[in-house]
C-alpha cells in the first residue's frame, strides 16, 4: 500500500471548515483513500472513502486531485467534538487486509 | 445494525495471568482484525481472521498471544502469561465478505492494565 503524508498538527475554530491536506504521491491506480480518525480513548471510527472522483457524505466531503497524488478531507462546519487525530490511508481496492496507520494529524477544533 | 462489539472495556490483570479479549463483529461481517495502540502510540495490526481461519498474523508476537474466530461465538484475542508491556488498548475492526472496498469498522476497545 502507497505511503501517506500529513501534518502532524493543524487548527481550526468552531465553527469553521477544516481542510485536512494528505500527500500520496506514489499511490497506484487500483489505490482508495480512506479517512479515519480516533477521538482521545475511542476506537477509530471511519469517515469517507473514495478512488478518483469527490465524494461526500453526512460526515465530510473527500476532494481527491485529478493526478490523485493527494486530497483533502473537509469538515464543512467543525465542531468542538471533531477535535480528534484524523489518518489518511491508501490502501488496495479489494483488499481485505489490514489497514496501515501513520501518525496522522492531530486536529484541535477551538471555541 | 449493532456496531463491533467488545468486552470487556476494561481488564486489569497481574503479570503471568490470562488476558481474554472478546469481539463480535457487526451483522453479516465475516472478517476480523486485531490492532494495538500502545500509551502515545499509534494503531498497530496485529492479526487478521476469517471464520476458522487466521489469514496474516504477521502483526502478532510469536509467544504468548493467539486469536481464534470460531465458526460460532465472538473473535478471541488471548494473551498468555502477560506482562507490563502488554499494557496496551486492544482494538477489533470488522469487514464485510465480498470484493467492495472492504471497510472496516472498529470497536470501542479493551483497555489492558498489567499490574
Known amino acids: 500500500d502507497a505511503k501517506t503524508t500529513q501534518p502532524t498538527s493543524m487548527d481550526c475554530a468552531e465553527g469553521r471548515a477544516a481542510n485536512l491536506p494528505c500527500n500520496h504521491s506514489?499511490?497506484?491506480?487500483?489505490?482508495?483513500v480512506y479517512w479515519y480518525r480516533q477521538i482521545h480513548s475511542q476506537g477509530p471510527q471511519y469517515i469517507i472513502h473514495?478512488?478518483?472522483n469527490n465524494e461526500t457524505n453526512e460526515m465530510a466531503s473527500l476532494i481527491i486531485t485529478e493526478d490523485r497524488k493527494s486530497s483533502t478531507l473537509i469538515l464543512p462546519h467543525a465542531t468542538l467534538r471533531d477535535t480528534a487525530v484524523y489518518y489518511c490511508?491508501?490502501?488496495?481496492?479489494?483488499?481485505?487486509?489490514?489497514?496501515?496507520f501513520g501518525k496522522g494529524t492531530k486536529l484541535s477544533v477551538k471555541p | 445494525n449493532a456496531g463491533v462489539m467488545q468486552n470487556p472495556r476494561h481488564l486489569v490483570r497481574r503479570r503471568g495471568q490470562e488476558a481474554r479479549l472478546r469481539c463480535s463483529p457487526m451483522?453479516?461481517?465475516?472478517?476480523v482484525y486485531w490492532y494495538r495502540q500502545l500509551p502515545e502510540e499509534g494503531l498497530k495490526f496485529m492479526v487478521y481472521l476469517q471464520k476458522e481461519n487466521i489469514i496474516d498474523e504477521s502483526g502478532m508476537p510469536k509467544e504468548r498471544f493467539s486469536a481464534e474466530f470460531p465458526k460460532e461465538g465472538p473473535s478471541i484475542l488471548r494473551i498468555q502469561q502477560v506482562v507490563r508491556g502488554d499494557s496496551a488498548a486492544y482494538f477489533c475492526a470488522s469487514s464485510p465478505p465480498g470484493q467492495g472496498a472492504n471497510t472496516q469498522y472498529f470497536g470501542p476497545g479493551t483497555r489492558l492494565t498489567v499490574l
Open positions: 490511508i491508501v490502501r488496495v481496492a479489494r483488499s481485505q487486509g489490514n489497514l496501515i
Open positions: 506514489t499511490i497506484s491506480g487500483n489505490e482508495y
Open positions: 451483522k453479516g461481517h465475516s472478517h
Open positions: 473514495g478512488l478518483k
